[in-house]
Structure formats: structure tokens, C-alpha cells
Nanobody
């Protein structure tokens, strides 16, 4: 099994910044894509940003130019730097990783979620 543990959420004023972290641990052979998704009540979970192991990135249009995803493959960790935050960025943010376990099973894993609230 693989566990993802997120940290870094909280309350921030509009225009402020936060940095989310997500560390993967457990029976990991390798991790391919890692990314961040977010969800608000009554809405479907949506993609925020993803990164391949090689560093290719993809962003939702709503966060381009404000958010930046990065990862440390040696630490199995992915980060999301969020700048110029807006109230509409308020959501629960979930970390995702597509991992191959030591048993050579490929599966998507999710973190427990971290709340980000942008409000004055």
C-alpha cells in the first residue's frame, strides 16, 4: 500500500500565498504522475496541476500563472506553490499519485485532503 500525507493548507487573505506539500510513503517501487486536485461542496473534484516524473506539467486554466507544481522524486514528494490566491480558490485540495507498488501493481492513490480558505 501507498500512503499520501498532505500539509500546508490554511486560511489566507486574497492575494496571499500558500505552499502545499504531499509526501508518499509505503510499498513504492516507482511513482509516475503526481498532482493536485480540488473540490468544493456540491461540485466534482477538478484538476489543479499535474507533473510527470520527468517534470512535464499541466495546469487548469484558472490557475495558470499563479500556481506552480514541483516535485522531489528522491523524496516522493510533490509541492504546489499557490500565489495571488483568490476567494474562488477556496476548496479542499487533494494530492494524487499514480504509483507502482513493490508488488508491481499500478494504482492511483489519494491523500486525505487539506483545506485551503481564501478570505479577508
Amino acid at each position: 500500500q501507498v500512503q499520501l500525507v498532505e500539509s500546508g493548507g490554511g486560511l489566507v487573505q486574497p492575494g496571499g500565498s500558500l505552499r502545499l506539500s504531499c509526501a508518499a510513503s509505503g510499498s513504492i517501487f516507482s511513482i509516475d504522475n503526481m498532482g493536485w486536485y480540488r473540490q468544493t461542496p456540491g461540485k466534482e473534484r477538478e484538476l489543479v496541476a499535474t507533473s510527470t516524473r520527468g517534470g512535464s506539467t499541466n495546469y487548469a486554466d484558472s490557475v495558470k500563472g499563479r500556481f506552480s507544481i514541483s516535485r522531489d522524486n528522491a523524496k516522493n514528494t510533490v509541492y504546489l506553490q499557490m500565489n495571488s490566491l483568490k476567494p474562488e480558490d477556496t476548496a479542499v485540495y487533494y494530492c494524487n499519485a499514480r504509483a507502482t507498488t513493490t508488488a508491481r501493481v499500478i494504482k492511483d492513490y489519494w491523500g486525505q485532503g487539506t483545506q485551503v480558505t481564501v478570505s479577508s
